[in-house]
């Protein structure tokens, strides 16, 4: 299996609801990412996973919380969205996050996120 | 400041033209730079890096740290190229930043 999967791959959702996006990928990559991005505009990074540790928060507001329970799987668990946080939520892996040169990054299709 | 900009949203070219997308960086540091591609209804994926010096689907890019660019540029443009162009920068780790976004559009 070469590709990462993103379930679902739509989600509407109101400001209350409490919801999880999935990520997955079996391709033995020990890095794994979280984008959000809004219609026209490039990927924006928001969390990065490391050996299943978190390695990078880009100031992500609380709303978000991200999970990794094991090397394959990333969730991203949203809770009290608002309406601007309606965007593609783009999941990626790549070998390994290191100080050396780049590894490439493959992305999922992304999960369409609507928040009411 | 590290930044990535790509001057032109949208670029059309007739089938056959040669085609040239414009990436220009900031960044203090040497910098790793690439092409990511987004067809339509397709995921978003790496195209080329300038580390490598390769040819892909017939686009180069050579790195200009003189001019910090990072042009892409293909002799013959073709109608399956029309996508999404995202430059890109490595800042650290595996961490990119993207520029903007060019929309090419090939007209047959």
């Known amino acids: 299996d070469t590709e990462v999967t993103q379930t679902p791959k739509h989600l509407v959702m109101g400001m209350t609801n409490k919801k999880s996006l999935k990520c997955e990928q079996h391709?033995?990559?020990?890095?794994m990412y979280w984008y959000k991005q809004k219609a026209k505009k490039p990927p924006e990074l928001m969390f990065v996973y490391s050996y299943e540790k978190l390695s990078i928060n880009e100031s992500v507001p609380s709303r978000f919380s991200p999970e990794c329970p094991n090397s394959s799987l990333l969730n991203l668990h949203l809770h009290a969205l608002q309406p601007e946080d309606s965007a593609l939520y783009l999941c990626?892996?790549?070998?390994?996050?290191?100080?050396?040169?780049?590894?490439?990054?493959?992305f999922g299709p992304g999960t369409r996120l609507t928040v009411l | 400041a590290q930044r990535v900009t790509q001057p032109e949203k949208l670029l059309s070219v007739f089938k056959g033209a040669p085609v040239e997308l414009k990436c220009n960086y900031s960044y203090s540091g040497s910098p790793e730079l690439f092409w990511y591609v987004q067809y339509s209804r397709q995921r978003l994926q790496l195209l080329l890096r300038h580390i490598s010096r390769e040819s892909i689907k017939g686009f180069t890019a050579d790195l200009n740290k003189g001019e910090t660019s990072f042009h892409l540029k293909k002799p013959f443009a073709q109608e399956e190229d029309s996508a999404m162009y995202y430059c890109a920068l490595k800042t650290s780790y595996d961490k990119v930043i993207f520029g903007p976004g060019t929309s090419l559009s090939v007209i047959p």
């Open positions: 990626a892996s790549s070998q390994e996050s290191s100080g050396g040169s780049y590894n490439e990054q493959f």
């Open positions: 391709m033995g990559h020990r890095a």
